[in-house]
């Protein structure tokens, strides 16, 4: 196994970075946060146009570039830096669960779709909506919380009981039989949405006996993508507040150089680590070891979710009276570390699906 990323990769993670560094500035990112839509729009059309980032996982013969799920983590680390409002996270977890379905025809034009630059999302947790065969289609009925950028995705994928099995599906949000309705969220900089189903027709991607299967992988890639995302968060995190400890001068020297304050540090620095090692190692399994994910998957997002709600925590702290204000960019990376602690249902939740797919409760 390789435990580094290859020159491909780091070429990959500087190219991001550097495009990140110049469009996705911590002004640029409260701007768009506080607009109404909550949208880089700009910062997205140059990411899916220029660097055509959400085709990496696509296969060649649909316009992708068909790279493993680690350069999606890459993409996906770089991205969890800046918190730019941008749909990437459900777009490429929409596009691996659809290239895993069975049928080239279904997910063919799914596809080429996304790799042209269009936004597509996921719903995988809460209580499954009912579908129902109609003649020769698919039809969907309920309530789904929770979907990321769902007010501005073109095509959902999500999961529901077909004749009473688990079932992964794909419908277009345009179609009738959609509402969509936009929620208040904790974090500004990732937007949610309530859609309801009104026997909306709809495509099986997986169904069956293999239905089952297809729904956990999705779910599991999508707690590895959360997971490589804190990192990238927690990172940056991080990273502003040593610079803000060397800087800061308090009796004559910074205040960096006191000893407690780098024994805090420097226990963060283990957590993030430990969160890299386990994310990444994930992230290696989704092609490499798919029969570790359903283990891997959860673990990674809560040793992730753990890392970025300790170094958030500490920032606040360590960054004195500042880091308490709505002007400090520490307030944001709280509020990503909630909001994803939410979305996969909490931290019990996570040890729960760890314990129970190793098989020690």
Not at 295 to 320: K, M, R, S, T
């Amino acid at each position: 196994m390789q435990f580094g990323l290859d020159d491909d990769q780091l070429e990959l993670k500087h190219t991001v970075r550097a495009f990140l560094e110049r469009h996705s500035t911590p002004a640029i990112v409260r701007r768009a946060a506080e607009h109404e839509d909550g949208f880089a729009a700009s910062a997205w059309e140059r990411l899916v146009g220029e660097m055509e980032l959400t085709s990496l996982g696509i296969d060649s013969e649909h316009g992708g570039a068909g790279a493993s799920f680690v350069e999606v983590g890459v993409a996906l680390e770089e991205l969890g830096r800046t918190l730019l409002p941008v749909p990437f996270l459900p777009t490429v977890v929409a596009a691996g669960a659809i290239s895993d379905s069975p049928d080239g025809g279904v997910s063919g034009p799914l596809l080429e779709r996304i790799a042209a630059g269009e936004i597509a999302t996921v719903a995988l947790s809460g209580p499954p909506p009912l579908a129902t065969r109609v003649g020769d289609g698919i039809t969907v009925r309920g309530s789904i919380d929770h979907v990321l950028d769902g007010d501005r995705a073109g095509v959902l994928v999500l999961w529901a009981l077909l004749d009473g099995e688990p079932a992964t599906l794909a419908l277009e949000l345009g179609t009738n039989g959609v509402e969509v309705s936009p929620v208040l969220t904790l974090d500004q900089t990732r937007r949610q949405a309530t859609v309801m189903l009104a026997d909306c027709p709809a495509t099986a991607l997986s169904s069956g006996p293999a239905g089952r299967g297809a729904y956990e992988r999705a779910r599991n890639v999508l707690a590895v993508a959360y997971a490589v995302e804190a990192v990238g968060t927690a990172a940056r995190c991080l990273d502003l507040t040593v610079t803000y400890l060397r800087e800061r001068v308090q009796f004559g020297r910074p205040i960096g150089s006191f000893q407690a304050l780098k024994h805090r540090c420097a226990d963060l620095y283990v957590s993030l680590e430990a969160a890299r090692s386990a994310a990444y190692y994930a992230a290696w399994a989704v092609d490499g070891a798919p029969q570790e994910l359903p283990v891997l998957g959860p673990l990674a997002q809560l040793v992730g979710i753990d890392a970025l709600l300790q170094i958030a925590a500490e920032a606040i702290q360590l960054h004195g009276g500042i880091g308490f204000t709505w002007e400090h960019e520490a307030h944001l990376f709280f509020k990503r570390a909630k909001s994803t602690e939410l979305l996969c249902g909490g931290r019990r939740e996570l040890r729960r699906l760890v314990g129970e797919h190793a098989g020690i409760v």
